[in-house]
């Protein structure tokens, strides 16, 4: 099975599907499809500027009287087209090496073989199964969320195939809320040496803003602030009259965001003869671990253990679309992806040793009887 398993990883990844590249998003979409096809029932949604969402209902044995689990996934990556060249699918040390391997097409192809598995074995499945693949998901689910949260309000559980966390591939049951801000000052342009004292310079205010900002970080409380991306001003002997901040937040606590959120828009400029203007603000709310979570935790480790495996959870600052059907209060298991490292850079790859097991607790999770 696992030769099977790496196959259909290699087939995956050798399609390359950028989030901002929808044809090849598509292309992607469609292997998903045909994969897909001989086991479930596959609709592909619009995604407006991006690639088709995909849902598949699994034909799995048994009676599905138990409602509806969802399991989440994402056909796009960050990898641009061509990365292949540099990065191809390779077998090396232990592991499947390429772009989008462990974000998250391992995970795909893992679920794929679950259903399988189920089906040539008879194994009954109480509940009924869908599956989502979002192609937004790197770029903040703008297009997808909409179509998730329908899902997930539907569903009593649900599973995300989003990789483990570290190389041990831990569970994720808890994930930080993610936004951004962008922070604009205007000031006044002047000559700097004809006319240094008329000018009033944007970029001065904005770097006292950011040491302002910056002190909403509170690392106790799991929230940071990161001035990610600074811009400004035109040329070095002009004072500046523009300048923008990109800044990046996270919290731990749904209940964090609103005065956070409430402190950018208060800030005040120190020059007055500059003026602020504040834009953004959260767009994942946090996936808090809340007791349904725990419970499924519970479910999963109990569920491995008969495999001599001991699974572990972990908070992460990471968004995924899990966060979204958190928040809506239905209990999300996420990390059950591949195992591995590099999610995003260049040594991004998965252990193969861990491939049979991850296919088989997902198996087991959807023929549990999950959330009873
Ligand atoms: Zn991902």
């Given at each position: 099975m696992?030769s ?21 998003v598509?292309?992607?979409v ?145 994930r930080?809320g ?25 970029i ?7 040491d302002?900002i ?21 040329r ?17 606590r ?35 671990r ?20 001991e ?41 193969t ?20």
């Amino acid at each position: 099975m696992q030769s099977e398993i790496t196959a259909l990883i290699r087939q995956l990844v050798e399609c390359e599907s950028p989030s901002d590249d929808p044809a090849a998003v598509n292309r992607f979409v469609e292997l998903a499809s045909d994969t897909l096809a001989p086991l479930a029932r596959v609709k592909t949604h619009a995604g407006g500027s991006f690639g088709r969402h995909l849902t598949a209902e699994a034909q799995l044995p048994g009676r599905k009287k138990n409602g509806q689990i969802l399991v989440l996934g994402h056909s796009d990556t960050v990898w641009p087209l061509g990365t292949l060249r540099s990065m191809p699918f390779r077998e090396e040390k232990g592991r499947l090496w390429g772009p989008g391997v462990l974000d998250m097409k391992g995970g795909i192809a893992f679920f794929v073989f679950a259903v399988r598995a189920l089906r040539d074995l008879e194994i009954p499945a109480p509940s009924k199964v869908l599956l989502q693949l979002n192609s937004d998901e790197e770029v903040g689910s703008e297009s997808s969320r909409p179509l998730t949260e329908k899902n997930a309000a539907r569903s009593k559980a649900v599973l995300v195939l989003e990789p483990g966390t570290g190389i041990e591939g831990k569970l994720k049951t808890a994930r930080k809320g993610v936004g951004d801000f962008t922070v604009t000052v205007r000031g006044r342009a002047s000559h700097a040496g004809v006319d240094f004292s008329a000018g009033a310079s944007a970029i001065l205010e904005l770097s006292r803003q950011i040491d302002r900002i910056s002190a909403f970080t509170q690392l106790d409380r799991g929230i940071t602030v990161n001035p990610g991306v600074i811009s400004g001003g035109t040329r070095s002997n002009v004072v500046a009259a523009e300048a923008h901040a990109e800044i990046d937040i996270r919290v731990l606590r749904l209940k964090d965001a609103p005065a956070l959120e409430k402190k950018f828009r208060s800030l005040k400029p120190i020059d007055r003869r500059c003026t602020i203007e504040v834009t953004g603000g959260l767009n994942r709310p946090p996936m808090e671990r809340s007791a349904g979570i725990v419970r499924l935790f519970g479910t999963a480790q109990q569920l491995a253990r008969p495999m001599g495996l001991e699974l572990e959870e972990s908070l992460t600052g990471g968004g995924s679309d899990g966060n979204f059907t958190a928040a809506l209060g239905v209990p999300t298991l996420d990390g059950l992806g591949a195992v591995g490292e590099g999610a995003h850079a260049v040594n991004e790859s998965i252990l193969t040793s861990r491939i049979i097991d991850r296919t088989a607790l997902i198996a087991k999770l959807l023929a549990a009887p999950l959330g009873d």
